[in-house]
């Protein structure tokens, strides 16, 4: 059975930082290329940060240079580093997997199987 379970949300103060674990199992994470995506209260799901199954990574505009996604795939684990935190990073953030990872990504292209998500809130 195919499971992905977030963890590592909270609230943190602008500025601050928080890493995002997706933890997986009932398959080969190596396998699959890996999203992470936001929703924030009343507006659309939006890609975050994606990365493919040789390692290549993409972030979106918003988060460029502030969040990184990473993987290992020993321990069926993804993750994603958030730095510089901004009250409009909060939302609930969800993990994804598909097989081949499309330029169109952030709006969930592909992704065949999610996470349920873990709430992210910025704010002093």
């Known amino acids: 059975q195919v499971q992905l379970v977030e963890s590592g949300g909270g609230l943190v103060q602008p500025g601050g930082s928080l890493r995002l674990s997706c933890a997986t199992s009932g398959f080969t994470l190596a396998n699959y290329a890996i999203g992470w995506f936001r929703q924030a209260p009343g507006k659309q799901r939006e890609g975050v940060s994606a990365?493919?199954?040789?390692?290549?990574?993409y972030s979106t505009d918003s988060v460029e240079g502030r969040f990184t996604i990473s993987r290992d795939n020993a321990k069926n684990t993804a993750y994603l580093q958030m730095n510089s935190l901004k009250p409009e990073d909060t939302a609930v953030y969800s993990c994804?997997?598909?097989?081949?990872?499309?330029?169109?990504?952030?709006?969930?292209?592909?992704?065949?199987?999610w996470g349920k998500g873990t709430l992210v809130t910025v704010s002093s």
């Open positions: 990365i493919s199954r040789d390692g290549n990574t």
């Open positions: 994804a997997i598909g097989v081949h990872l499309y330029n169109d990504w952030p709006l969930g292209s592909g992704m065949e199987y």
